[in-house]
């Protein structure tokens, strides 16, 4: 399957913050988006999964999944065609269990619909199916059982919000999942269980990008394909090389070849 | 416990006995007449006849609250205050409007219980769960009847306690109670004895508890517990539009009374209700109070805390949506020293509802030591709904500790967001922002309760939202 972003412009405000980005994702393939603060990254990640604060203005703006244009569909019906995206900043949600979002996630992206106008779907899998896969997934992250019982990212630290949303992707299956800032904040071996967890997400065939603006995470996940925003505007895409690259120049010579408007 | 005299027969003034299935229904409207009416109907002592004489004319002389909701629009001459409750399930199921019957069908009721919450069947079929309670309860000498039953067959008990906390005269809805009161229930639980299991309203054969002025007394002897629960979370139907409850409760040395309600009436009653609370020296009253359905509910559970190191809780949940106020709080008066009260109160306003918060605070001179806590907070799913706050504190000596916290909080954009992109609906993920924020108190819920009060508030989402 393939996810493709054609021609995406987008404001926020008045304030133009993409300027014609278009790329594209494949499944089974991993990603980096990388640039400067504030080039971009994350608002390109928060369109793709439909956040309606951005004007999109540009009728030539297109997001697809294989033919179908997604952009006019709102961030349930996207998660249910498949995307995920990983917060920068994960929201709290008091009183909502880490459990019961994902067993009610679960159940809204793999579950049938409901005939007429029933509560109870066709469940995707029965409660202990599910308490079984959750467990399981959070013990492969070194996630403790008994945070899956607290609020969503309630009382829990940096490091520990990003490993709850890697739980989330884990389990969630999407076929492409965005990681906004997945690394910031993780020590050493929670950036390396993460990495591992990118590519088991790419083994099963999730395509993945990596937004970062450097290049920790990419020595643990080596990308397939490497693209650069810089001010709204895709400004160069290459190999793992590219990040590489980056590591050692900065963004500099990218700033300097792109002319501001 | 001690058996109070009982004489059924002489002590009714026209020892009138009360025939079987007798059908009553009185006129609409009110007059002395009807209320003597429903006296003789019931046999009962002559005190409460002229309980409910006195009562009646303090109702006529009491002008209506120019507080709280909007009252002027209750007809009192289009009410039937009394209709025998063999008369109420002469209705059949398709009656029912479609609304509740399919709100029924969607929280999957049982097909007996669904019947008995329309009003279609006057009786619960759990009579075997029923006998079996009852018998262990009159093993450890507890009562419990409805309150009709429980005054013909122990009239002393409650004449020594019946109208003692909530006078006629205390308000113009419990004047207008106390005149023409029908069902309720009656619990004594002796010195000592715990209930293990929560009593609830529809385990009662009589299942008059459900009706518009309904009565009840609880008295918790020293060192006693029980937790009494009522209402449910289904909607009850009624094509009565007012209901103006009186409850009363007493809370002895070292006692500890539980009182746990869910109200979900159909959104063209007027749900108006005193409660109260008297605790002695270290026992403990607790209210937990949700509040969903109706058009208008006025109700402010109380504690009265007259022994020293007594305490009282209220928490308070309300929910209202389009065309709904919900005015909700709570009152904790302290007479003593050293006694303690806490009131939590947890609104939520949808689609142009609205919500109020209104609450006292009384510290007296001789509460020395007292110390008292108010949280309230309020959410807002829509920039049409409305909540509003009316604290009152009276505080009286300087020895005493007083916290009060207020929030007032709209649905986040961002969490809306945040659940959407985990493939929540609009509605399920305000439900779900709804239910977290009220958790705190729905988790001193019984279970199934919780439960159905989960499920009740996802389905008024989706039908706010659609």
């Known amino acids: 399957m393939k996810l493709t972003i054609t021609n995406l412009s987008a404001h926020l405000a008045d304030r133009q913050i993409l300027k014609d980005v278009s790329l594209s994702l494949l499944t089974g393939k991993v990603y980096a988006l990388m640039g400067p603060n504030g080039s971009g990254k994350s608002t390109l990640a928060q369109i793709i999964m439909g956040n309606p604060a951005y004007e999109i203005p540009n009728p030539k703006s297109q997001i697809q999944i294989n033919k179908k244009n997604i952009l006019s569909m709102k961030p349930d019906e996207r998660a249910r065609q498949g995307i995920f995206l990983a917060f920068q900043n994960p929201i709290t949600v008091p009183g909502v269990s880490v459990g019961n979002l994902l067993k009610t996630a679960y159940q809204s992206i793999h579950g049938k619909k409901p005939k007429g106008n029933g509560v109870v779907a066709n469940p995707a899998l029965s409660v202990w199916e599910f308490n079984t896969l959750l467990v399981e997934k959070a013990k492969n992250l070194g996630i403790p059982q008994e945070f899956l019982g607290r609020a969503v990212n309630d009382n829990f630290s940096g490091g520990e919000k990003k490993k709850l949303e890697m739980l989330q992707a884990l389990t969630l299956k999407p076929k492409f999942a965005l990681f906004d800032e997945i690394d910031t904040g993780l020590d050493v071996d929670a950036l390396q269980t993460v990495a591992r967890t990118i590519m088991d997400l790419k083994r099963q065939g999730t395509g993945v990008l990596i937004i970062t603006h450097y290049q920790r995470i990419l020595k643990y996940v080596k990308p397939d394909f490497v693209h650069v925003l810089v001010n709204g505007s895709i400004v160069a895409s290459g190999g793992y090389t590219l990040a590489k690259d980056i590591e050692k120049n900065g963004y500099k010579k990218f700033i300097g070849n792109h002319s501001k408007n | ?466």
């Not at chain 2, 075997?128 to 067959?153: H, N, P």
């Not at chain 2, 106020?325 to 009152?331: C, L, R, S, T, V």
């Not at chain 2, 961002?414 to 659940?419: H, S, V, W």
Request: charged content about 25%; glycine content about 8%; proline content about 5%.
């Open chain 2, 1 to 466: 416990m001690a058996q109070t005299s009982i004489d059924p027969v002489g002590g009714y003034k026209f020892g009138f006995h009360k025939p079987e299935n007798y059908v009553f229904k009185s006129r609409k409207g009110l007059s002395p007449e009807i209320v003597e009416e429903i006296s003789f109907h019931k046999g009962e002592p002559d005190w409460m006849r002229k309980f409910r004489l006195e009562a009646l004319e303090i109702f006529y002389k009491k002008p209506l609250p120019m507080w709280g909701g909007d009252l002027t629009k209750i007809n009192f001459d289009d009410i039937y205050y009394y209709i025998k409750p063999t008369q109420k399930k002469a209705k059949s199921w398709e009656d029912l409007p479609k609304e509740i019957k399919d709100t029924y069908d969607r929280i999957g009721i049982p097909e007996a219980e669904k019947k008995y919450l329309g009003g279609v069947s006057a009786q619960y079929e759990s009579e075997v769960v029923y006998k079996s309670i009852q018998t262990t309860l009159d093993k450890k000498g507890v009562i419990f009847l409805d309150m009709d039953s429980g005054l013909a067959e122990y009239p002393d008990l409650v004449k020594e306690y019946f109208g003692t906390i909530i006078p006629p005269h205390d308000n113009k809805f419990a004047a207008l109670n106390s005149a023409t009161w029908s069902g309720g229930s009656f619990i004594y639980v002796p010195k000592g004895v715990h209930v293990e299991l929560p009593l609830q309203a529809y385990f009662r054969i009589n299942a008059a508890n459900m009706g518009q002025f309904e009565r009840t007394l609880i008295i918790a002897d020293e060192g006693s517990f029980v937790h009494y629960v009522e209402g449910c979370t289904a909607p009850i139907y009624t094509t009565d539009s007012l209901h103006a409850a009186v409850v009363e409760i007493f809370v002895k040395k070292n006692a500890r009374v539980r009182y746990t309600t869910i109200q979900n009436w159909s959104t063209n009653v007027y749900n108006l209700v005193t409660k109260r609370m008297r605790v002695e020296e270290d026992g403990v009253g607790e209210w937990i109070d949700g509040n969903i359905g109706s058009k208008l509910t006025m109700k402010y559970p109380s504690v009265y805390l007259m022994g020293k190191g007594a305490r009282g809780e209220v928490l308070s949940i309300a929910y209202a949506g389009p065309g709904q106020h919900q005015d909700a709080g709570g009152k904790a008066v302290h007479f003593a020293p050293n006694t303690t009260s806490k009131i939590t109160s947890k609104s939520v306003s949808c689609g142009g509802g609205r919500t109020s918060y209104r609450g006292l605070i009384q510290v007296m001179q001789s509460a020395r030591g007292a110390k008292t806590k108010v949280v309230c907070d309020a959410l807002l799913i829509d920039d049409a709904s409305r909540s509003d706050t009316y604290p009152t504190m009276d505080i009286r000596t300087n020895d005493t500790q007083i916290e009060h916290e207020a929030t007032v909080s709209k649905i986040g954009d961002e969490q809306l967001f945040y659940l959407m992109s985990r493939g929540l609906s609009k509605a399920d993920a305000e439900a779900m922002i709804v239910n977290g924020f009220i958790e705190p108190i729905v988790k001193e819920l019984p279970l199934e309760y919780a439960v159905e009060l989960n499920r009740l508030i996802q389905l008024e989402m989706e039908g706010s939202v659609g």
